[in-house]
């Protein structure tokens, strides 16, 4: 009898058993229907059998100062919270995702295995303007006594082209810090590795746009060349053509204004555009005449591309510089020996053809005592024409032989009315500005010039 109930206690037991276990899963299912599964947690924040109420109020008030820790390898750097970093305080959205993807029935599981937490990309987790102010504030305090990084470089230096290594530092990217922040915060990580932020050199020895700009550089880096200017061979050095390089970072350019600066210097030595001349005078001796608008200079439009060209070559160039205006020969001369004298102090105007005087006649200038005299310079007739009217502002004078020499209405014409030339009569009956001619000489004298010839007043 005795064994017969134990056998019966048995079989009760092997029924309760499951039962128990049973009720026990359902309950803890219905349960969990409306709660968070064991283990769960959010922002490193324990939630487990909460609802998302509950859960809210307790990541409401836990979130704003959870600790999160910044370190440099084993170094802890700084220590902030989650309110400092702009943690938002708005879950519901995210809470009720994290809920939508637990299944109740699974409760017992969760017990050893921690469940994944579904974050919603749609919930704003963390507000950026508040992140990327600590993240600015923290990286330039930490900055001051950091080493800045610094990009590879190209460079030259005593006619050599020089390399300079890139250096990794350990200044902190105040970008990087707050994407390296907010991933952290995202994946429920409480420590940032600050050794992620450090800003980077952009430009590296390694970097095939580097090694391809240091061949360019090195083909450029032996240019030499000649420049001809009348009868001078001007050399052009290496470490000048080097100047005008502009190197930043992996490119380069030729820069046309260093050039052009170069240019400058030349014209300054060499040109005569606008240069005083001492010019050897029919009666006066040697004088000093000013510019006009007669005179050549280097043509920097046309010359710049050309050097440009020769640089990128990378090959010794030779060539004639490239000239604008008048009077450029390849012996150095300027005016020639061809040319028309005007000498106002002693109102005379002399023709020379090749070096010997051809024609000489007195003629009247312009009124210097009325404001009118007759301009000072190197000019040239830059047209002739018949039969002009010649125009101011209260007159209009026909001429027939009209010989214009410089760009404000002044040249050389005959004069009809004027009963004298020579002497002082130019100081009360001179001119608007021009140089008045007999009618004779003048005709003589259109004749005889061509278009492009001198004439040196004084």
């Known amino acids: 009898m005795e064994t017969q109930n134990k056998g019966a206690s048995r079989r009760l037991w092997l029924w309760l058993i499951p039962l128990i276990l049973v009720i026990i899963y359902v309950g803890g299912a219905l349960h969990y229907q409306h709660r968070y599964l064991p283990r769960t947690e959010v922002f490193g924040i324990k939630i487990a059998g909460k609802t998302p109420t509950q859960a809210a109020t307790i990541l409401n008030k836990n979130i704003q100062t959870t600790k999160y820790t910044f370190k440099e390898g084993d170094k802890t750097v700084l220590t902030t919270t989650g309110a400092k970093l702009g943690i938002s305080r708005n879950f519901t959205a995210m809470l009720n995702s994290v809920k939508d993807n637990q299944s109740a029935w699974s409760w017992p599981v969760h017990i050893f295995t921690q469940p994944t937490a579904s974050l919603t990309k749609t919930v704003t987790l963390i507000n950026q303007t508040t992140l990327k102010q600590f993240a600015t504030q923290t990286a330039a305090k930490l900055n001051q006594t950091r080493t800045a990084p610094r990009n590879a470089k190209l460079a030259f230096k005593d006619g050599q082209l020089v390399t300079t290594k890139e250096r990794y530092g350990n200044q902190i990217s105040a970008t990087k810090l707050a994407s390296q922040t907010e991933k952290q915060v995202l994946a429920n990580q409480n420590t940032v590795n600050l050794k992620k932020t450090y800003d980077k050199p952009q430009v590296t020895v390694g970097m095939k746009s580097f090694k391809n700009l240091k061949a360019k550089l090195t083909k450029i880096s032996h240019v030499s060349g000649v420049l001809k200017i009348q009868q001078h061979n001007v050399k052009v050095s290496k470490s000048e053509v080097q100047s005008w390089i502009d190197i930043n970072g992996t490119s380069m350019t030729i820069s046309q204004s260093k050039i052009d600066h170069y240019l400058d210097k030349l014209d300054h030595k060499y040109a005569t555009y606008y240069k005083t001349r001492h010019f050897k005078s029919t009666a006066r001796g040697t004088v000093d005449v000013p510019a006009g608008i007669y005179g050549w200079s280097i043509s920097h439009k046309k010359e710049i ?140 004298l259109y004749n005889a010039v061509s278009v492009g010839t001198p004439v040196i007043i004084f």
Not at 344 to 352: A, D, G, I, T, V
Not at 380 to 405: D, E, F, H
């Open 305 to 444: 591309p050309v050097l440009v060209k020769a640089v990128k070559s990378g090959t010794t160039f030779d060539k004639k510089v490239i000239v604008k205006g008048n009077g450029y020969h390849a012996d150095g001369t300027d005016i020639g020996n061809t040319y028309v004298e005007v000498d106002k102090q002693n109102q005379m105007e002399y023709y020379y053809k090749d070096g010997k005087l051809a024609m000489s006649s007195a003629v009247v200038t312009g009124n210097p005592n009325k404001g009118k005299e007759t301009p000072s310079g190197v000019f040239y007739i830059w047209s002739k024409q018949r039969n002009a009217t010649l125009r101011g502002a209260n007159y209009a004078t026909k001429v027939s032989y009209w010989m214009p020499v410089d760009d404000t209405g002044v040249g050389l014409h005959d004069s009809p009315w004027q009963p004298q030339y020579g002497g002082s009569w130019y100081l009360t009956h001179g001119s608007h500005g021009c140089v008045n001619n007999p009618p004779a000489f003048a005709a003589q």
